[in-house]
T-cell receptor
């Protein structure tokens, strides 16, 4: 079972607010990822990290930012939320290795609605 | 051309039938392949991983890999209504640090 957590699970917020979506994992995984997914649509990678102090932008341009100060924690921040940011945000983590060690686990997701 | 391609469906099968889900990928040197199941409104969960050519069975699920044809499939035997979900194919990149996901195939199992 995956030990990866996301808070909040649901968030309704007004335009212009600053928000931080939390993601933490207790598996000691080096690699962590943020995906954005609209209902019935594809997963889009927006940020990833290969370790502490390492962050990169993903395939989909995003106005969000991330940080990786601790191995277990990979928060995503939106400085000024807009209705176009309404989506589901999924955090994931994995460890390099062989076989089952490569498995990527997803958190439960945060559903964001910006009014 | 997308790196990982799946038919979006929906694929509709009757209860008890075999559901066959297909995926093609473009990176010839890919070595690791994964199938995830995603229920509506939920996050993806891993069903199967496969690394070698041939078949790998786990309960009602069988993953098949053909690296020469750059093709990976998932068979679900004795399909149940609870199998109705979107199935995502994922391929590990050459550097081994990233998964590329297909768009997913929506499966509907009708009672």
């Amino acid at each position: 079972e995956a030990d990866i957590y996301q808070t909040p699970r649901y968030l309704v917020i007004g335009t212009g607010k600053k928000i931080t979506l939390e993601c933490s994992q207790t598996m000691g995984h080096d690699k962590m990822y943020w995906y954005q997914q609209d209902p019935g649509m594809e997963l889009h990678l927006i940020h990833y990290s290969y370790g502490v102090n390492s962050t990169e932008k993903g395939d989909l341009s995003s106005e969000s930012t991330v940080s990786r100060i601790r191995t277990e924690h990979f928060p995503l921040t939106l400085e000024s939320a807009r209705p176009s940011h309404t989506s589901q945000y999924l955090c994931a983590s994995r460890q390099m290795g062989q076989g089952a060690q490569e498995t990527q686990y997803f958190g439960p997701g945060t559903r964001l609605l910006v009014l | 051309q997308k790196e990982v391609e799946q038919n979006s469906g929906p694929l509709s099968v009757p209860e008890g039938a075999i559901a066959s889900l297909n995926c093609t990928y473009s990176d010839r040197v890919s070595q690791s392949f994964f199938w995830y199941r995603q229920y509506s409104g939920k996050s993806p969960e891993l069903i199967m991983s496969i690394y070698s050519n041939g078949d790998k069975e786990d309960g009602r699920f069988t993953a098949q890999l053909n690296k020469a044809s750059q093709y990976v499939s998932l068979l679900i035997r004795d399909s149940q209504p609870s199998d109705s979900a979107t199935y995502l194919c994922a391929v590990q990149n050459n550097a081994g640090n990233m998964l590329t996901f297909g768009g997913g195939t929506r499966l509907m199992v009708k009672p």
